[in-house]
C-alpha cells in the first residue's frame, strides 16, 4: 500500500525524461519529492516501545505504466530522501535495496504527476521481520 505524505524537498539525483536513466537533474517545475522509509525492523511492536520507521537510502527506476522501459531512475540520501524532475503525467516507481538482499523490499507504487507542481510521496519498504 502506497502512503502519501507531504515532506520538503531533499537530495538526489535525477535524470531526463524520455533518454536512458542518467545522473544529471532535468529541468523542469514538477516532479516527484518523496522519502523511502523502512519499518522499524523490531521483532515486536509494543504500545510502551514504539518501533518507528527509518530512512533507507535506495534506487528507484521509474517507468510508464504498461511499460517496462526505463524513464529515470534516482537514489535517494542516506536520510531516504528524493527529488526527482519529470513533466506531467502517470509514472511507476520501482523501488529496490541497494544491497541487492531479498529485504527489505517494496512494492511498485503509481503516481501521478500534475502540472507546475511535485507531488509527495514516502516508499515504505518492508523488513521482512514479524
Not at 65 to 90: E, I, K, Q
Request: net charge negative; with cysteine.
Amino acid at each position: 500500500m502506497a502512503i502519501t505524505a507531504i515532506l520538503p524537498t531533499g537530495c538526489a539525483v535525477g535524470g531526463s525524461p524520455g533518454t536512458s536513466p542518467q545522473t544529471s537533474t532535468a529541468s523542469t517545475d514538477s516532479g516527484i519529492d518523496g522519502r523511502i522509509l523502512v519499518n522499524g525492523n523490531c521483532p515486536v511492536i509494543k504500545d510502551d516501545s514504539p518501533c518507528p520507521d527509518k530512512p533507507l537510502s535506495a534506487r528507484l527506476t521509474v517507468t510508464r505504466p504498461n511499460s517496462d522501459a526505463p524513464v529515470t531512475h534516482v537514489t535517494s540520501d542516506s536520510d531516504g530522501r528524493f527529488h526527482l524532475p519529470l513533466p506531467p503525467g502517470r509514472y511507476v516507481l520501482h523501488p529496490s535495496n541497494l544491497t541487492g538482499a531479498l529485504h527489505p523490499a517494496a512494492a511498485p507504487i503509481e503516481v501521478e504527476v500534475g502540472s507546475g507542481v511535485y507531488t509527495a510521496v514516502t516508499v515504505p519498504f518492508d523488513s521482512g521481520i514479524r
